[in-house]
């Protein structure tokens, strides 16, 4: 390195150093994500200069001509990617460079596995930005000068990727930055143009500012700069729309599907939107990343606009939309109060869940997996979104007692309904922690023996959705585990029967809501059910997992009065020990529910009780 005296050398961040250590080892096999990286960020340094320049009259004019420059020089052994962008003051620099900024890498680096493919394709999915670098460079050099400042402002940064970097002022004839990587010894192949080349067009092709390649003698633009999504659709080809989806995301699969509209009349836009085939591994928990949708004003890039323009249950969605009627001065606190933004908000949503439905109707594979992927999170639309409600619950699937052993869930609410009764009123659903639980319960006993199907809804979610979706095409939605509608209230039980529930109710005393004898079991001895209006047994559970304080709720217990252990209970004249049984009775109907004991150790103190005294009386077989 220089050793300048006016060279400064300085530390970096803990996390940048556990980000560098790790891109190094696990990389090896992914490593030209690198430069779609170093592409991005200096297309980026274009944009906000553009942008800044539409109302900083210090910046006119630095906004022409724009480009981006890639070197291959064999000599030096050194790839350089420069750009005539932004710029970084020293400021600047050390924010950017020496700590990890933006909070996506933070998370990325909260979510790694230790399992270096898993890992490797994360990165390769989402991309590290700018220390990338370091997955071929042992030195990697950043000379720098923010657009509007004088020459002497200029920047060197360099760094071999360990613990430290260099700092010292430069004079910069230009502003702009430009990255050079010194190239390892194992990644000097890298210095060929038709590699790099070749790496351009597969991930950077759709760059909206020129990329030439400088090799020798020789300088060409090696990219495609046209906006795509201004062109009519007639002139292009499924892979242009599927290399672009590549060049926007990131994401090297192909997308499950698009949409592609140019819409006409008062107000003009383009728009086009994507299904992606994989979902970002943030997808379900970060529900404040937005980053999927960029808005373009006459192919000026303007800003990312998810959140103005996506209903956050569509976050999935990536895509461009292009007006052409708004002012480009416009700010972006105005944008978010623009009527016309309203407007295309709706057009958006509209034509995103068209896209779903679509493939929703064309079913098989692509289908199975965009549920597989962004199912659950489509869900979130039926309880966000009232306007589409009946739409979005039309979208769902669901695993169901009708469907044996099938992986994903496939049964819609229409499937449902055209296999149910015509007297049936209900759509009957059950709610569990997993589906083996759902599909062990006894609730579904009495609704196997009348041939009725029941969906069984295995998602945390699960519970709140269908609190949000009361009904659906006029037949309401109702738990298997609630109500005694199940069963004939006023069906005759024999007096036996009726005493024993006294009994069990007199014993049990307010851990309980009514005690009474069902037909409803068969195999299972007994079983909770909710209060009508009251809150499910799996809901308390995943409010009270939530910190929720709830008012203690006495579910209703229903016994097999036919059951083998009720017969006992009948007989036994002991009142300690019919307690127990009827604790056991009570206890284990909540379990089987997947609700949680209020007092699991006295639970476990009477089973072995039990045990103890059944095993004592019957001594085991002594050895011959
Ligand atoms: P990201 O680009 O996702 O923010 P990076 O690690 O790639 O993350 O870059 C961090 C920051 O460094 C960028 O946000 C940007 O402010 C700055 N930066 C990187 N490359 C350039 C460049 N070529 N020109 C100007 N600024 C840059």
Known sequence: MTDSPRAETKKFDTE????????????YSNREIFLRELISNASDACDKLRFMALTDDQLKGLDEGLRIEVRVDDEAGTLSVSDSGIGMSREEVVDNLGTIARSGTRQFLENLSGDRQRDASLIGQFGVGFYAAFIVSDRVVVETRRAGEPPETGVRWQSEGHDEYQLEPVSLDRTGTSVTLHLASDHRDLLNAHRIEAIIRRYSNHIAFPIHLVA??????????????????????????ESFFTSLTGDPGKPLSWAHHHVEGSQRYSLLLYLPGQAPFDL??????????????????????????LPRYLRFLRGVVDAADLPLNVSREMLQDSPLLHRIRGTVTARGLKLVEKLANEGGQPWEQFWKQFGSVLKEGVIEDAEHREKLAGLLRFHSTSEEGSSSPRVSLDDYIARMPEEEEHIWYLTADSLAAARSSPHLEAFAAAGREVLLLDERIDEWLVGHLPEYKG????????????EDKTADHDEDSLKLAGRI?????????????SRRLHRWPSCVVAEE???????QKLLRQAGHELPESKPDLEFNPTHELLALMTMESDQERFDDLAALLFEQALLAEGGEL?????YVRRVNDLLVRLLGSQPPDSPQ
């Open 475 to 486: 037949k309401t939605l109702k738990s298997a585990t609630r109500g005694p509608e199940a």
């Open 533 to 539: 209006q009251g809150v499910s047994v799996q809901m």
């Open 284 to 309: 379900l928990y970060n529900r404040d990343e937005l980053s999927g949708l960029k808005l373009y004003i006459q192919r000026v890039f303007i800003m990312d606009a998810a959140e103005q323009l």
């Open 216 to 241: 020798g003698d020789e300088n060409r633009v090696v990219n495609d700069t046209q906006a795509l999504w201004a062109r009519p659709r007639a002139e292009l080809q499924d892979s242009d729309y």
């Open 505 to 517: 109710k007199a014993s049990l005393g307010e851990r309980v809501g009514n005690v009474r004898p």
């Open 598 to 602: 209020a007092d699991p150790a006295a």
């Open 16 to 27: 940048v150093n556990q980000l560098l250590r790790l891109m190094i080892n696990a990389l």
